[in-house]
């Protein structure tokens, strides 16, 4: 800062990724300004890598006039950011939006003023009437900021303390050491800390514990995209603005984050990406926890480093296969489902693992496992189309599901002769606790023999065994287990259309 002027960079020292955003929401509210209004106070120069404020009395005569434009209220109480004008969100999306900064910025009662009562809105959604209700606000912190960054002067102060409203998960540590234990920023650095939730990406996110209820521990996710040139970030920054419904609601940090990374990465018209910009993240997910349920506390955070145009590719192809749902009842009540099978395939492809590692987790308990089943046939779908690290695991997938179909069909078989109802979800249920209870190579050797052997000849296996062995034999035995499991979840053939009924008609009863 020197005289008339202050330069603000993109990575000038103690620049966070919170202040990167930050720029970025500054950049993108005045590209969004029309510099001639503001001839009276000042102006600002914008490039690449930084943003140029020059004001002609004080700082604060400019700021408060951009501030004022920047952080605005519909009428109907809806958050609403000016950078966000020129690509306008729908009605209910904006709506997600506004209820993903309550749970992350403004979680805090004391960083907003409702309006009134909680209120009932009406829209048309795919040609059906739906209703959301909102906590319509009068105001909030970032509206009315001018006493805390400025001296009576209409100068930057020196420094300020910082909380969660700028800083979701920071602030002072302990209310009795408050100057010793308070986050402080240099007023021109508190500044972007401001604009930070203007260019944030926000999700909701609908994460099931192992008793398939949602986790109340993660309610909202927020974004911060590692951006190294603001006048990229401005370009892509629409994909997000511009996104469905749907895609506003993830299964957890790993669903944010490549979701996020999708958007602001521009796809060809072959569906291929053309360019990659900004190739990495933070995600933080903010939720309630059990020591301090009156507010959201911040419960878990991931970096996504470098994601190249293949992986990216790959979960733009879990995306479509395995979307999100839109639930739409008669009285006009609606929920987004995401997928469980998609969360567990984006945090495997931003940590750099196989894409089905870990798929125990979607079949530790059987509410899960229920759940799940209403993906079999994309899951099936994902397993015919995603690329395999090696061949053996491919054809792992494939002798499993031709057990299950003779062995399905010689339950069907039995049950017929019997004049009995063919009990495939206690079969099911069987291979399910099973495969699950497997804890070394032995023990799963022994299961998968078992299946085999219950499932009768099998060609894929026979003409296949050398490849196959290695699977059985080494050390790595999750590996087969995890594949194993999702040959179960993925199978479509004989038995499975019965499968899935009686498995959701059980958890629509739970």
Known sequence: MQ????????????????????????????????????????????????????????PQELLDHIIKRAFQITPQGVIHFLAHSHHPMGDLEKLSLHQAVLLTYLQHGGTRKLAGKDQTLTFDFAG??????????????????????????????????LDGAFLPGGGTRHVLHGDATALKNPAAQFLLLLFAPVASLYFLISHRTRDGRYDKRRLAALVLPHITDLAAFHRNFHGFL????????????????????????????????SSLEINSCTVISMGTVSWSPQQKTRTG????????????????????????????????????????????????????????ANFGQLMQSKTLAN????????????VQQAQWPQEADRLL???????????????????????????????????????MRTKNAATLRAELADLF???????VLQENWQTLLPLFTGSDWQRARDLALLALASYVGKGAEELTMEETLENEEE
């Open 242 to 273: 511009q996104a469905p419904l749907q895609r506003l609601y993830v299964q957890n940090l790993g669903d944010a984050g490549l979701s996020a990374l999708t958007m602001l990465n521009v796809l060809s018209p072959d569906g291929f990406l």
């Open 397 to 435: 997938v494939e002798a499993v599901h031709l057990a299950l179909r003779n062995r399905y069909g010689a339950i069907s078989q039995r049950a017929k002769e019997k004049g009995e109802v063919p009990q495939f979800s206690r079969e099911f249920e069987r291979l399910r606790t099973s495969l």
């Open 301 to 356: 955070i991931l970096a996504i480093r470098n994601i190249d145009a293949a992986r990216l590719q790959f979960y733009d192809l879990a995306l479509s296969v395995l979307p999100n749902r839109i639930w739409i009842d008669e009285d006009g009540q609606w929920a987004c489902y995401p997928s469980l099978a998609r969360g567990l395939i984006a945090e495997n492809i931003a940590c750099g693992q196989w894409w089905y």
């Open 453 to 459: 052997a219950r499932g009768g000849l099998n060609p």
């Open 371 to 382: 759940l799940l089943a209403r993906e079999r046939k994309e899951l099936n779908i994902m």
């Open 3 to 58: 005289g008339q002027h202050l330069v603000l960079r993109l990575f000038d020292p103690g620049m966070t990724i919170f202040h990167r955003v930050g720029l970025a929401g500054l950049y993108t509210t005045l590209q969004a300004l029309d510099p001639q209004e503001f001839t009276a106070f000042g102006s600002w120069e914008l490039d690449s890598q930084s943003v140029t404020l020059s004001w002609r009395q004080s």
């Open 128 to 161: 059906k009437i739906v209703t959301a209700t909102i906590k319509p606000l009068q105001s909030y912190k970032h509206q009315s900021i001018s006493r805390v960054v400025f001296d009576a002067h209409g100068n930057f102060k020196r420094e300020i303390k």
